[in-house]
Antibody
Framework: QALLVESGGGVVQPERSLRLSCAAS????????IHWVRQAPGKGLEWVAV????????HYADSVKGRFSISRDNSKNTVYLQMSSLRAEDTAVYYC????????????????WGQGTLVTVSS | DIQLTQSPSFLSASVGDRVTITCRAS??????LTWYQQKPGKAPKLLIY???TLQSGAPSRFSGSGSGTEFTLTIGSLLPDDFASYYC?????????FGGGTKVEIK
């Protein structure tokens, strides 16, 4: 059974940095792109970033471009989200989610999600 | 960016009702649309992908249809477990985007 576990959330002051981790198990991690999605308190879902299975292809939401950086270490089955210049509007639960296998040419979908980690940006 | 407009944003229904939620895209996205269910304090759960393919393990009372710019999620007969929020998502073009959500509550 695939499992994704986020960690690294907490309370951070504006303009500071934080690094989130998404640790995977139970599947062939290096075959899957991984996404980050966030949800502000009481609000809807917002896609944040994606990294391809081999790290060669990366995309970001406009709201975090230039401030957030996604990376992965396939030897550790882990994806990271380095967040800098944090703002109050970055306060949210951050989820990581698995995309389809790279050898599956069917439709994209996020079939497994972590439980989320809360980031609160406040002075 | 592709905008997704879900309607209604809030829906009050009874157990046994047939419910339809609509998602409209600001430009054509073929069938590159997914639907998720989310309960309070929990991660979203995939229901439908490719606009109409039921995810393995999702109940058959959920169905999806549409292509291009108009999509629907239908719950054939509401069960108590279905009271939740539902989100559509387009996976046609980066940045990926979600609809604003539909909260289904008990009448």
């Amino acid at each position: 059974q695939a499992l994704l576990v986020e960690s690294g959330g907490g309370v951070v002051q504006p303009e500071r940095s934080l690094r989130l981790s998404c640790a995977a198990s139970g599947f062939s991690f290096s075959n899957h792109a991984i996404h980050w999605v966030r949800q502000a308190p009481g609000k809807g879902l917002e896609w944040v970033a994606v990294i391809a299975y081999d790290g060669t292809n990366i995309h970001y939401a406009d709201s975090v471009k230039g401030r957030f950086s996604i990376s992965r270490d396939n030897s550790k089955n882990t994806v990271y989200l380095q967040m800098s210049s944090l703002r109050a509007e970055d306060t949210a639960v951050y989820y990581c989610a698995r995309d389809r296998p790279r050898d599956d040419y069917g439709d994209l979908r996020f079939d497994y999600w972590g439980q989320g980690t809360l980031v609160t940006v406040s002075s | 960016d592709i905008q997704l407009t879900q309607s209604p944003s809030f829906l009050s229904a009874s157990v046994g009702d047939r419910v339809t939620i609509t998602c409209r895209a600001s430009q054509g996205i073929s069938n590159h649309l997914t639907w998720y269910q989310q309960k309070p304090g929990k991660a979203p759960k995939l229901l439908i992908y490719g606009a109409s393919t039921l995810q393995s393990g999702a109940p058959s009372r959920f169905s999806g249809s549409g292509s291009g710019t108009e999509f629907t999620l239908t719950i054939g007969s509401l069960l108590p477990d279905d009271f939740a929020s539902y989100y559509c998502q387009q996976l046609d073009t980066y940045p990926l985007t979600f609809g604003g959500g539909t909260k289904v509550e008990i009448k």
